[in-house]
């Protein structure tokens, strides 16, 4: 089976109406992706590799436990559906995941992927960054992605 | 047997929360050694119920999720983990007198050690934590009854 070596622009170019807050552009260009196995991949790649910058920028390398917890509280304590969408253990375990490799195979897949992309967008929304600072996230992100597949 | 809440079962709980360890020990010792419900289970989830509406008394689930953050921070992190997910359910179960569910016995157990946390938090004096208990007391006389 074929890999793709990179993120395909398609995929950047979705994540990119999403975080922009176009939820119409999101919703087309999404639906508009290749569902091949390849592609899914490189998809999962790149929403994990967002989640490692954003967490990155947000909280730092090797954040301290007390800081993860008090980082998923607040998240969460912001509205009933981020309460109810991001179970606090595990995402604790996810954000301490993206330094420490610690076990999180008994997460499933939909669940991480979900996980991913709601503290992505929250960690987003309060960076208020411009467009160039956006695709500058984009970038690092789709870079770090690609050092993945590749 | 009804079961019953004894002013032996008041001390028990209010030595607990004072963690005076060294009047505690001998009198967990002269614990029954049983599974079923007692005087000690009933008023503990009692007092648990008050405190939770105490502090919590608009059921802000923003206020109950950075209180748990927040106790498990204090405890710290090698601590006897404390599940958030599962202390949060157990405080809205308290708050809405409605079975948490899904939660394994050693979660629905949690209660107790969020009991020790609230009172800490609240400082009582002796005579405001004999007041509490008198609360507790008569909540776990109507839960008992109930049974």
């Given at each position: 089976m074929s890999h793709p070596e990179h993120v395909p622009d398609d995929v950047v170019a979705a994540f990119r109406a999403y975080l922009s807050g176009d939820r119409e552009l999101w919703k087309t260009r999404n639906e508009a992706l290749d569902r091949s196995r390849t592609v899914q991949r490189a998809y999962r790649a790149f929403v994990s590799a967002m989640f490692a910058e954003a967490v990155d920028r947000r909280l730092g390398r090797h954040p301290a436990w007390e800081r993860i917890v008090e980082f998923v509280a607040d998240i969460r304590a912001r509205d009933d559906a981020l309460a109810d969408a991001l179970d606090p253990d595990e995402t604790e375990r996810m954000i301490a995941w993206v330094?420490?490799?610690?076990?999180?195979?008994?997460?499933?897949?939909?669940r991480s992927l979900g996980i991913w992309i709601l503290v992505v967008t929250v960690i987003v929304r309060d960076a208020d960054l411009d467009d160039a600072g956006l695709d500058a996230f984009l970038q690092r992100a789709r870079t770090?992605?690609?050092?993945?597949?590749? | 047997m009804p079961v019953e809440v004894s002013d032996w079962h008041v001390d028990l709980v209010r030595t607990f929360l004072r963690q005076d360890d060294g009047k505690l020990k001998p009198m967990l010792g002269q614990m029954p050694r049983t599974y079923e419900v007692d005087g000690t289970g009933v008023l503990l989830w009692a007092a648990f119920v008050e405190a939770t509406f105490r502090r919590f008394p608009d059921g802000n689930v923003a206020d109950i999720i950075r209180f748990v953050a927040h106790v498990r921070i204090r405890r710290g992190r090698n601590a006897p983990p404390i599940s958030p997910a599962a202390a949060e359910k157990l405080i809205i179960s308290a708050l809405t007198a409605t079975e948490a569910d899904g939660l394994t016995d050693l979660e629905k157990g949690q209660h107790i050690?969020?009991?020790?946390?609230?009172?800490?938090?609240?400082?009582?004096?002796?005579?405001?934590?004999?007041a509490f208990l008198d609360v507790a007391r008569t909540h776990a006389k109507h839960i008992a009854a109930s049974l």
């Open positions: 330094d420490d490799d610690a076990g999180i195979d008994d997460i499933d897949a939909d770090f992605a690609d050092e993945v597949l590749g | 050690i969020l009991l020790s946390e609230l009172i800490e938090d609240e400082a009582l004096t002796d005579a405001q934590l004999d």
